[in-house]
Structure formats: structure tokens, C-alpha cells
């Protein structure tokens, strides 16, 4: 009898979880795909023109001391491999063959990839005489896994309290009944 007392309230709180579920997921699939769209017109040619600016500073063939100066000043992890072998400037060569490619592209008759390895992020520039590959120079922070569960348990008392809400909300009806 007890189930029956507060079937209309739950069935309320389980219609708000449905609509806010779907609410969400309607919002982040339009977010995500509103800045994929802003990234691929907007940001990646300046990121190409970017890479473009340094591998016309490191030179052909490249010059190893002003890429160690340019990656110092600019604050990124700059990668050659060419014939000669491989360079880094963090002194740590990057594995482009276990590199998990996210992106290819061709623009000016260069083959591009944005792709990820060992935590970092990587814009990769396949030249006719090497590869040049820029990387961010910090990996991202991450915290104690016990701070994820920080929105579910906002979530689980929001729905308690939507429920309390709602069993005192019809309590005048379970009385009129």
C-alpha cells in the first residue's frame, strides 16, 4: 500500500530525470558539435600558420639550436625526424608510429595529423624533408579520482530533494484520498 501512496511522485521525479537526461545530452551534443565546427574553421589555420612560422625559422636543413631556442621561448615541445634521425626538444623522441592519430589533412600540399601520445597533444607537419611535430609542454591536470564523483553525488541530492519535494508537494491529495 505504501508503494501505491507515493507512485505519483515517483513517477514525477522519474519524468524530471528523463526530461533533464535528455535535456543534457540535447545541450552537450550541441556544444561539442558547435565548437568542432568553430575549431575546424577558426582555429586550426592559425595553428597551421603557426607551425608554418616555426618551420620556416628552423630552416631546411633544420637547425637544431634555434628550434631548442624557439621551443624554449614559445613554451612548446618541438620533435624533427628526417634522415639524420630524430630530435626533441624535451629530449624525449616521440613514437609517431604509436601516436593515436585523431585528424589527417592535406593544406598547401602538406600532410597534417592532430594526434596524441604519451598525454600530450601533437600537430604534426609531414615535409618533404622531415617531420616537424609541436606538442604541448604540460600534460593536463588531472585530480583525485574521488573528485569525479563530485557531480553524481550533487546529482543523487538533487534528486533526493526533488523527490522530498514531491511526496510533500501531493501530500494534500494522499490526504484527500
Known amino acids: 500500500m505504501k508503494l501505491r501512496r507515493h507512485s505519483l511522485s515517483r513517477r514525477l521525479v522519474a519524468l524530471f530525470v528523463i526530461t533533464a537526461i535528455a535535456f543534457v545530452l540535447l545541450v552537450g551534443l550541441s556544444i561539442g558539435s558547435a565548437f568542432r565546427s568553430?575549431?575546424?574553421?577558426?582555429?586550426?589555420?592559425?595553428?597551421?600558420?603557426?607551425?608554418?612560422?616555426i618551420q620556416a625559422d628552423i630552416g631546411v636543413p633544420p637547425n637544431l639550436a634555434r628550434a631548442e631556442q624557439l621551443a624554449r621561448e614559445l613554451d612548446v615541445d618541438?620533435?624533427?625526424?628526417?634522415?639524420?634521425?630524430?630530435w626533441s626538444s624535451n629530449h624525449t623522441v616521440l613514437d609517431m608510429t604509436h601516436m593515436q592519430v585523431h585528424r589527417r589533412f592535406t593544406s598547401n600540399n602538406v600532410n597534417f595529423e592532430f594526434g596524441s601520445w604519451d598525454d600530450r597533444e601533437y600537430l604534426v607537419a609531414h615535409l618533404p624533408q622531415y617531420t616537424l611535430a609541436l606538442g604541448t609542454t604540460t600534460t593536463r591536470e588531472r585530480g583525485p579520482w574521488?573528485?569525479?564523483?563530485?557531480?553524481?553525488?550533487?546529482?543523487?541530492?538533487?534528486?533526493?530533494?526533488?523527490?522530498?519535494?514531491t511526496r510533500r508537494l501531493f501530500a494534500p491529495i494522499e490526504i484527500l484520498k
Open 38 to 53: 568553430h575549431f575546424q574553421d577558426t582555429v586550426r589555420p592559425h595553428l597551421l600558420r603557426y607551425l608554418q612560422y
Open 78 to 86: 618541438i620533435h624533427i625526424h628526417g634522415a639524420d634521425g630524430a
Open 146 to 165: 574521488h573528485w569525479r564523483l563530485v557531480p553524481l553525488i550533487v546529482l543523487l541530492v538533487i534528486l533526493a530533494l526533488l523527490y522530498h519535494g
